[in-house]
């Protein structure tokens, strides 16, 4: 037989439960979240967000490292974590030292992209030092036969196999990386629309739900474009 006084804490456990608030969702950080468009960009955040930005960049490009080095972490915080906003990075190819990065930043896939998108970025007035020395050395060099050498002279030579390996990559997985033909044919791809066919006129460009902003190029003159910063 159960006392009374084993009812009375019965129904007080039991009154508590469900005089409970309901334990919330835990929230998902949309930051955290990895993909890859159709053409190729890979694309930071909640898929069905409100906003889609799309930055058309270059790695020898100084005004994209300065953007990515003053936007990225306001971007991140303030919209694509909240889901209000995701970003795809597609790349907009100058030159072969452009496209040399450009395939390395690739390595690993989405979940990589975007840490070695930023090295790259935060990297730049190093690198770019180094392919200046690289390209007065060899300006009166025969070019090579072969793309994928010229690419692994320049990589090695340039720091951005060291670079990538400090990201936990091997030379192996980077010279991979390097001679992948259908990720440079992704990579040429989004250079050929970004300058054939939208005609981006320099970079970074960028795209809010698929309007071209032809007089945003900096932090400053693209946040005014985007939705107010989710609390």
């Known amino acids: 037989m159960i006392g009374f006084s084993r009812i009375s804490i019965l129904a007080g456990a039991a009154l508590s439960l469900i005089m409970a608030p309901a334990v919330s969702a835990q929230k998902v950080d949309w930051a955290k979240r990895y993909s890859m468009s159709n053409i190729g960009g890979f694309i930071m955040g909640k898929p069905d967000a409100g906003t889609n930005l799309v930055e058309y960049i270059s ?3 100084s005004h994209c490292a300065a ?3 003053k936007a990225a972490a306001p971007l991140h915080v303030n919209w694509v974590s909240k889901g209000t ?3 795809e990075i597609r790349n907009a190819v ?3 030292y452009d496209l040399t990065a ?3 930043a690739r ?7 975007f840490g070695n998108h930023d090295a790259l970025m935060a990297n730049f007035d190093n690198w770019m030092k180094q392919v200046v020395a690289y390209n007065d050395a060899n300006k009166d060099k025969p070019p090579s ?3 994928d050498d010229t690419m692994d002279d320049i990589a090695a030579s340039t720091g951005l196999y060291t670079l990538l390996q400090k990201r936990g990559f091997t030379p192996n997985q980077l010279k991979i990386c390097l001679g992948d033909t259908g990720a440079r044919d992704k990579i040429l791809a989004m250079t050929k629309q970004a300058w054939g066919e939208l005609k981006i006129s320099g970079t970074p460009s960028f795209s809010v739900n698929g309007r071209l902003l032809a007089d945003a190029h900096d932090w400053n003159s693209l946040e005014p474009a985007l939705p107010p910063a989710a609390n």
């Open 145 to 147: 036969a072969s793309i």
């Open 94 to 96: 100058r030159d072969r």
């Open 59 to 61: 790695y020898t490009c």
């Open 85 to 87: 906003l995701n970003i």
């Open 107 to 113: 390595c690993g896939g989405p979940t990589k992209f």
């Open 67 to 69: 953007f990515t080095q």
């Open 102 to 104: 450009a395939l390395l």
